[in-house]
């Protein structure tokens, strides 16, 4: 069985600033993908970043970025720059490669200080 | 415009009385799934298929039934809702041919479920 573990409920950032969400998760999988999912207020589900676990460089969005430690199976998400639209709640996802059922952690809400 | 239409976005309805909450793709994608998203755990599976008539329990399938009669429509039905069953659910799906990202899920915008 895959497991996600997000251990921060909520995080607050100031504007302009830096955040880190927190992510760790297990599975048997040699071969998987891991996912950052945003959902603002309208509750729309928005792939925010996604890497393949067979790749070592870190993935990276805009302002988005990822700290993927393999052998720890952590999977960290970087905010550059804080913007207040970025003000959601963050899932974190496991996925097998090959396989379409996504497997999330219990989430993160991001709220950002003007 | 690639999308997947859940219907109703919001609904209250009273414990025991059967409700069905529809899912459309238009994606002609084989694997479709329903999600509940439940504060601090995040979004469930509860049921998935893999193309017509190929239905499969998810991770939290008591209370639920659903059904796969075409390719784009999967509908969730509750029979007899139970307060319990009170979430957000998500319809998602995906092509099931090939790996991440051409698997990437497509999720419809969530129906508010409050049984009473």
């Known amino acids: 069985a895959q497991t996600v573990t997000q251990s921060q409920p909520e995080m607050s950032v100031q504007e302009a600033e830096t955040v880190t969400l927190s992510c760790t998760y297990d599975?048997?999988?040699?071969?998987?993908?891991l996912f950052w999912y945003k959902q603002p207020p309208s509750r729309q589900m928005i792939l925010v970043i996604r890497?393949?676990?067979?790749?070592?460089q870190n993935a990276t969005e805009n302002r988005f970025s990822v700290n993927f430690q393999k052998a720890a199976k952590s999977f960290s998400l970087k905010i550059s720059d804080s913007q207040l639209g970025d003000a959601a709640m963050y899932f974190c996802?496991?996925?097998?490669?090959?396989?379409?059922?996504?497997?999330f952690g219990g989430g993160t809400r991001v709220l950002v200080k003007p | 415009e690639a999308q997947v239409t859940q219907n109703p976005r919001y609904l209250i309805t009273v414990t025991g009385k059967k409700l069905t909450v529809t899912c459309s793709q238009n994606?002609?994608?084989?694997?479709m799934s329903w999600y509940r998203q439940d504060p601090g755990l995040g979004l469930r599976q509860i049921y998935y298929?893999?193309?017509?008539?190929?239905?499969d329990k998810g991770d939290v399938p008591e209370g639920y039934k659903v059904s796969r009669k075409e390719k784009r429509n999967f509908p969730l039905i509750l029979e007899s809702p139970s307060p319990n069953q009170t979430s957000l659910y998500f319809c998602?799906?995906?092509?099931?041919?090939?790996?991440?990202?051409?698997?990437?899920?497509?999720f419809g915008q969530g129906t508010r479920l409050t049984v009473v």
């Open positions: 998602a799906s995906s092509s099931h041919r090939g790996r991440v990202p051409d698997t990437e899920a497509f």
């Open positions: 599975t048997s999988e040699s071969d998987y993908y």
């Open positions: 890497q393949e676990a067979y790749k070592q």
């Open positions: 996802a496991l996925a097998k490669a090959a396989g379409n059922k996504l497997t």
């Open positions: 994606m002609n994608h084989e694997y």
């Open positions: 298929s893999m193309n017509v008539e190929v239905t």
